[in-house]
Structures are given as C-alpha cells and as structure tokens.
C-alpha cells in the first residue's frame, strides 16, 4: 500500500480556474490532477521515468515543474513556497535513489564472497577425494567465515 507524503494544491484564484490542479506525492508514485468542468486529467508517473525537477521560487508563490520521459510534462504553479521546496527535497531524493538502483557498482564484498564460494568448493572436492580431513575440513571453513 502506498503511503501519501505529500500533497499540493495550487492556489485557485491565481490560476483561474475554480479546480486547482493537485499534485499527490506517494513514497512509489506521483499523481497529478486536474479537473476541468467535464474531465479530469489524471496523471500516474512513477519516479524512474522522472528525468527532471525544476522549482521556480518566488517570495509568497513557486511553479514546480516535472519533466517525465514517458507523458506530458507537469507544471503545478502558485503553490506556496514552503510546501514546495519539501516536494522538491523529496523529489529529487525519490528521483535519485529510483535511477541509482539501476545501476551496477563494483564492490569489493562481491570479490571477496566469489572468492569465498571458491575456496569452499575446492576444500570440499579435496574433501571427497579423502586429501584432508573432516576436521580440517571444518576448521579452514570456519577460518575463511572469519576472513569473510
């Protein structure tokens, strides 16, 4: 189930118009709406397909602007400043981590466990063919943990 961080509402008289769009920041997903008087245009992104997040900030009101790779680009505007500098934070932090996962970085744990897993085959084939002992067995497995 989704949990709803964030929710902002542009103001309705400096967008002329009696339904103001509404952006709902979810801990997986961001929905944007806005409703015109027959329709409502729901927007579902989630935070892989964000590329971009611009705040335009002014004294009382900001624009947030999101661009997607997938659908049409947002722009909530004369949202009051506070609420929309923590979208912002919260934005980029979503962005950041959604594009992060993706990618592939070499650690030396990775060595060191393929290493690992070498060294136990190999004493466990010198095992089977009766080259060391069960106890030795045991006692260099519990050496290369330690290592580990």
């Known amino acids: 189930m989704s949990k709803l961080l964030l929710?902002?509402?542009g103001l309705r008289s400096l967008n002329r118009t009696i339904f103001p769009p509404y952006l709902f920041v979810y801990d997986d997903?961001?929905?944007y709406k806005?409703?015109?008087?027959?329709?409502v245009k729901e927007?579902?992104?989630?935070y892989g397909q964000i590329s971009q997040v611009t705040l335009n900030k002014g004294i009382f009101f900001s624009s947030l602007d999101i661009y997607s790779a997938g659908t049409?680009?947002?722009v909530l505007r004369f949202i009051p400043t506070e609420p929309a500098v923590k979208a912002k934070k919260i934005l980029d932090q979503k962005v950041y981590h959604s594009h992060a996962?993706?990618?592939q970085v070499e650690t030396g744990s990775k060595v060191t466990?393929?290493?690992y897993e070498k060294s136990l085959n190999r004493l466990q084939e010198l095992l089977n063919k009766n080259k060391i002992s069960q106890r030795d067995f045991h006692r260099k497995k519990s050496e290369l943990i330690k290592d580990l």
Do not use: E
């Open 34 to 39: 806005k409703r015109k008087w027959i329709w």
């Open 72 to 74: 049409d680009n947002i």
């Open 7 to 9: 929710k902002l509402q």
């Open 29 to 31: 997903i961001l929905i």
């Open 101 to 103: 996962k993706h990618q």
């Open 43 to 46: 927007i579902s992104i989630s």
């Open 113 to 115: 466990l393929s290493d």
